[in-house]
T-cell receptor, first 112, second 115 residues
């Protein structure tokens, strides 16, 4: 079955880079997503990458995809205290499928 | 960006009562809406897929008579938890796709507590 794994906690100092890792098992994934959940709020789509891409950069965010190893990472440059949140990795499988399988989320804590 | 409004954000109810949660796409038409449930320290679990004008498709293990889903229009889907029990206490989140597809936009979630 489908499974998405990510570490539960990450702590970084303000100004440093954060790297959140995620592994998935379904090789037929079409889209892979990163969502951010701030306390008491819903999920906010940060970025997504098509499965035929290796990298996507959007301002401070860089997504790397290693399809061979089924490994996805999110790098946040110059991490700020406002980046403290839970980050969810998710995969979508099947043509036209928006049914996502989520990881358990990585709680990012930024130390001032 | 597309906005999904979910209401209420928090509800406390007595065991045996029913609770309705609304999910609205405010500035776009959502042909498909999804309902998720999140247990503490667990990932989001898809409960059902709701297409406008048709019956919802439930994931395995989700009781359709317990979790009633109605998607009467392109901007509104509702989830009714019937005869709620304490084990139904959870965080419920809806999401919707735009016509262009490829992105899911989420509501802010509803924290349900059943006493």
């Amino acid at each position: 079955g489908e499974d998405v794994e990510q570490s539960l906690f990450l702590s970084v100092r303000e100004g440093d880079s954060s790297v959140i890792n995620c592994t998935y098992t379904d090789s037929s994934s079409t889209y892979l997503y990163w969502y951010k959940q701030e306390p008491g709020a819903g999920l906010q789509l940060l970025t997504y990458i098509f499965s035929n891409m290796d990298m996507k950069q959007d301002q401070r965010l860089t997504v790397l995809l290693n399809k061979k190893d089924k490994h996805l990472s999110l790098r946040i440059a110059d991490t700020q205290t406002g980046d403290s949140a839970i980050y969810f990795c998710a995969e979508a499988t099947g043509a036209g499928s928006y049914q996502l399988t989520f990881g358990k989320g990585t709680k990012l804590s930024v130390i001032p | 960006g597309a906005v999904v409004s979910q209401h209420p954000s928090r509800v406390i109810c007595k065991s045996g009562t029913s609770v309705k949660i609304e999910c609205r796409s405010l500035d776009f038409q959502a042909t498909t809406m999804f309902w998720y449930r999140q247990f503490p320290k667990q990932s989001l679990m898809l409960m059902a897929t709701s297409n406008e004008g048709s019956k919802a498709t439930y994931e395995q293990g989700v009781e359709k008579d317990k979790f009633l889903i109605n998607h009467a229009s392109l901007t509104l889907s509702t989830l009714t938890v019937t005869s709620a029990h304490p084990e139904d206490s959870s965080f419920y989140i809806c999401s919707a796709t735009t016509v262009e597809g490829g992105k899911l936009f989420f509501g802010s979630g509803t924290q349900l507590s059943v006493l």
